[in-house]
């Protein structure tokens, strides 16, 4: 194998590993504060998704404003789920399961939704993907593939200086740690829920911008995201709030690097293989601390 | 009449498949969302046995049931040493996976091509081959199924799932072997997911992976966590409801190539609805 088509791998694995380590961020925020399968997850997804296609491609709109609705749209979509959906839920004491049988039946309504209203085309919205590229000793790099690590890399930055450096952020760790507690030292749980579920849904439509960018937008997609952003936050450590990031890249890796030695056809095969072993030998996730 | 025949024999599958999934999710309480998976086992099971071995319906069926509760007992041994929502992700990896390898193992199950022209069953030389015949048998092999799981529910081993479901601890105290009963459970419900795989695979005569995918895990637990958990009523209700119900919005004047997504749409806002204001559906135990 050239040089040169390990580094192509890599920089692709990088672009890719960036949108899901997004993902991965937005689905272990959610999980770790709140313990809740959030599969609708998958839903935000479509509703951003549609958000940019409605305002970029059919509004005709620039960039930049689009993409402030989506995210505007992404965290209204997320707290309307925390507060008319799971809230009533978390009240009465439903147990996980129920929650996440509910969770799946929201996911599943919306995406049907979106298919009767919009039909299950793929829609492309963007020529991005095939702008020319910057070649560096035969190496291709596309302008998307650059604001899409600059974009993910500014979130992640941004989010863990929020989580590390402020009181709010105390107060997030407090509860991924144990909520029982953080509610008998005077934080107020359900308050941080909504902020949880607001920054975990922009975070998505962030990805979901990236994403639609690169490979269009489609129904059917709001699966493969709420998979790949849960498995990412599992195997990356469901503890704490990062962990989501580095299964993101490693997923991003697996895909684009897989290739160079293993049919991409197996590619899914191999991330929820990684995901069951991870689950059995290590369920605190690789780059998750023990408790 | 044609069409109401044919709705009943697909009723028929689907009571077999909610049914046995009850075993795990009603009496073992195991949120699985695998029992597609074993399901296609059956399908593909009963179809290659026909056609490569030229095996005849029953013992192909037999075989169905057999491989789909053996790969069903070797998965459970890992997936057991999950709890809670990483058993509910671990199922979901091997519903994954395993349509992943139906998909991509071309030489054995024609991947996405699918299997087509699979032989109609036949018992001692009589062909099923009318919507009546195909509905009769199908109503008999539903009922010995159904028969066959409310009484090993109500069993000893039956009970000591339940009991493991309410108590690990005290079911261990008690002497309970809780890994052992809950293998065993998860072997007899992909069994019961094996026939019914059998039966659509003769039935439809033409089987590919989509039929089998998460989606069609989901509606089988969304038929149980409907009609209800842990009873044998509640399974029976809600593969009723659900299976005749987007029947009737034909009548009503809904175009069919919208059928799918409305069909979905509908099943999508029950499980809101019955997870938000009653878990246990309709007849079902509060388990959850």
């Known amino acids: ?291 | 009449m044609d069409y109401v025949l044919s709705v009943l024999t697909l009723l028929a599958i689907y009571a077999v498949l909610a049914s046995s999934l009850n075993i795990v999710l009603g009496h073992g309480g195991l949120l699985s969302l695998c029992h597609a998976a074993f399901y296609a086992i059956g399908a593909y099971t009963a179809a290659l046995t026909a056609l490569h071995l030229g095996w005849s319906y029953l013992p192909a069926a037999a075989a169905a049931i057999a491989v789909a509760a053996i790969f069903a007992g070797v998965l459970a041994i890992p997936l057991l040493k999950l709890r809670g929502d990483y058993f509910i992700l671990g199922s979901l990896g091997f519903q994954i996976i395993i349509i992943d390898a139906i998909y991509n193992s071309d030489a054995i199950t024609n991947g996405p091509l699918g299997i087509s022209r699979i032989p109609r069953p036949e018992i001692l030389g009589f062909e099923f081959r009318s919507h009546v015949g195909y509905f009769v048998l199908y109503a008999c092999l539903a009922a010995i199924a159904v028969a066959v799981l409310h009484f090993l529910a109500a069993s000893p081993f039956g009970r000591t799932l339940a009991a493991v479901r309410e108590d690990e601890m005290a079911a261990t105290v008690l002497g309970k072997n809780i890994r052992s009963v809950r293998i065993r459970a998860f072997a007899i419900s992909a069994g019961g997911a094996g026939l019914a795989g059998a039966m659509y695979a003769n039935y439809v005569t033409f089987i590919d992976p989509t039929s089998f995918g998460f989606g069609e895990s989901v509606y089988i637990l969304s038929l149980v966590v409907v009609g209800g958990v842990a009873t044998t009523r509640g399974p029976l209700l809600g593969a009723t409801l659900l299976v005749i119900a987007p029947e009737l919005l034909r009548f009503i004047g809904f175009s069919s190539s919208m059928d799918a997504n409305l069909r979905q749409l509908l099943y999508g806002l029950l499980l809101i609805i019955f997870a938000m204001t009653r878990p246990s559906g309709i007849a079902g135990k509060n388990v959850f």
């Not at chain 1, 040169?4 to 672009?15: E, G, R, Y």
């Not at chain 1, 990356?236 to 490693?250: N, Q, R």
């Open chain 1, 1 to 291: 194998m050239s040089q040169t088509v390990f580094l192509q791998s890599a920089v692709n694995a990088l672009a890719l590993g960036a949108t899901y380590g997004l993902l991965g961020l937005s689905f272990g925020l959610i999980y770790s504060t709140t313990q809740i399968l959030h599969f609708a997850h998958g839903a935000t997804y479509i509703c951003a998704a549609y958000f940019l296609y409605a305002a970029y491609a059919l509004a005709d709109w620039p960039l930049q404003p689009a993409v402030l609705i989506v995210l505007a749209g992404a965290g209204a979509v997320g707290f309307a789920m925390m507060r008319w959906f799971y809230e009533p839920m978390v009240r009465r004491n439903t147990s996980g399961a129920v929650i996440m049988i509910a969770s799946l039946g929201l996911f599943i309504a919306i995406e049907n939704l979106t298919v009767l209203i919009f039909g299950n085309d793929s829609r492309v919205i963007s020529k991005a993907s095939v702008q020319e590229g910057i070649a560096l000793r035969g190496v291709y790099i596309t302008p998307l593939q650059i604001i899409s690590v600059a974009t993910a890399v500014s979130v992640f930055v941004l989010i863990y200086l929020v989580v590390t450096r402020s009181k709010l952020g105390r107060a997030l760790r407090a509860i991924a740690d144990d909520s029982g507690v953080a509610v008998t030292v005077g934080i107020d749980v359900p308050q941080l829920r909504y902020l949880v579920f607001v920054i975990g849904s922009m975070t998505l439509g962030v990805a979901a911008v990236l994403n639609s960018l690169d490979v269009g937008v489609s129904p059917g997609m709001g699966l493969s995201v709420v998979l790949i952003a849960a498995v990412a936050a599992i195997i990356g450590g469901a503890s704490g709030i990062f962990g989501g990031v580095a299964g993101g890249f490693l997923i991003g890796a697996i895909q684009s690097m897989g290739v160079m030695w293993i049919d991409p056809r197996w590619q899914n095969l191999m991330i929820f293989s990684v995901l069951i072993i991870v689950l059995v030998v290590k369920p605190t996730g690789l780059f998750g601390s023990v408790r």
